[in-house]
Every structure is written in C-alpha cells, then in structure tokens.
Nanobody, 115 residues
Framework: QVQLVESGGGLVQPGGSLRLSCAAS????????MGWYRQAPGKQRELVAH???????NYADSVKGRFTISRTNAWNTVVLQMNSLKPEDTAVYYC?????????WGQGTQVTVSS
C-alpha cells in the first residue's frame, strides 16, 4: 500500500505560480512512476506530468514549458511547479503512484486560476 497526500493548491491570478507537493508513505520502494493528473468539471481526468524511477519525465502538450515535475530520490515527495498559469489550468489535481499491478491516488487538491 502507498498513501499519497497532496498540498499546495489554491486560487491564483492568470500568469501566477503555484507549487503542488505530494508526500508518499508506505511501500514507496515499489513505486516506478509518480505523476500528476487533473480533472476539470465535465471533463475526463488527464495526465499532466509524470516522472519515472529512472528520472524520465513526460508532460502534456498543454503544460510543456510552464510546468516542471521533480522528486526526491527516495520517492518521498513529488513536486509540480506550475508557472504562467492560465484559466484553463483550473481543475482538481491528483497525485498518482504506480506500482506493479496497480496504482494509487491522492485525495486531490483544487487549483483555481482566475482574476
């Protein structure tokens, strides 16, 4: 089992920045990928960014150049730095951890970009 707790969401004006953190606990040695997904009202959950245990990263086209994902070597924390935020980035952001055979989700944190 892996437990994930997100923090750092909130309200920000367009062009602003937010930093989301995901603290992992439990069987973190089994994790091979961690990432962030988001879900806006009326839309499907979508991948924002993920990072593998080898350090490889992947970003959604819509956030490339604006968001950066990073992690500690022990998988204890994954951070999503979000810059140049746009209203269309408004969503609930979920942390995800993949282990062989299954994956785990955090409870979600709201990000609202509005003037």
């Amino acid at each position: 089992q892996v437990q994930l707790v997100e923090s750092g969401g909130g309200l920000v004006q367009p062009g602003g920045s937010l930093r989301l953190s995901c603290a992992a606990s439990g069987s973190t040695r089994a994790i091979y990928t961690m990432g962030w997904y988001r879900q806006a009202p009326g839309k499907q959950r979508e991948l924002v960014a993920h990072i593998t245990n080898g350090g490889g990263v992947n970003y959604a086209d819509s956030v490339k150049g604006r968001f950066t994902i990073s992690r500690t070597n022990a998988w204890n924390t994954v951070v999503l730095q979000m810059n140049s935020l746009k209203p269309e980035d408004t969503a609930v952001y979920y942390c995800n951890a993949k282990v062989p055979g299954t994956n785990f989700w955090g409870q979600g944190t709201q990000v609202t970009v509005s003037s």
